[in-house]
């Protein structure tokens, strides 16, 4: 069993730049590939990036790409999400999930564990 509670989100003016945090409880939290997914008002979940269990391979949708950086620290049991130049379409609620294998996916049905989400808005 693993939770998850995000963390960092907040406000802030189009241009700018947020992080937001994921802690896990337990101890193996090394054991599982990490994403992060948003869901806009209105819209579905959408999947935002991805990280293998060791952090050594990082995936992010074209949306974000070259905007966004995943990261994980295993040792604070933590992975985190570096949003830079932030657009008002990036307004949603951001949640991580964890899924039980070495590489993550796009595809949010296949992660066993989710975080409650927290709110990223940007102002234009």
């Known amino acids: 069993q693993v939770q998850l509670v995000e963390s960092g989100g907040g406000l802030v003016q189009a241009g700018g730049s947020l992080r937001v945090s994921c802690a896990a409880s337990g101890r193996t939290f090394s054991s599982y590939a990490m994403g992060w997914f948003r869901q806009a008002p209105g819209k579905e979940r959408e999947f935002v990036a991805a990280i293998t269990r060791g952090g050594g391979n990082t995936y992010c949708a074209d949306s974000v790409k070259g905007r966004f950086t995943i990261a994980r620290d295993n040792a604070k049991n933590s992975v985190y999400l570096q949003m830079n130049s932030l657009k008002p379409e990036d307004t949603a609620v951001y949640y991580c999930?964890?899924?039980?294998?070495?590489?993550?996916?796009?595809?949010?049905?296949?992660?066993?564990?989710w975080g409650q989400g927290t709110q990223v808005t940007v102002s234009s």
């Open positions: 999930a964890a899924k039980a294998t070495a590489w993550g996916t796009l595809i949010q049905y296949e992660y066993d564990y």
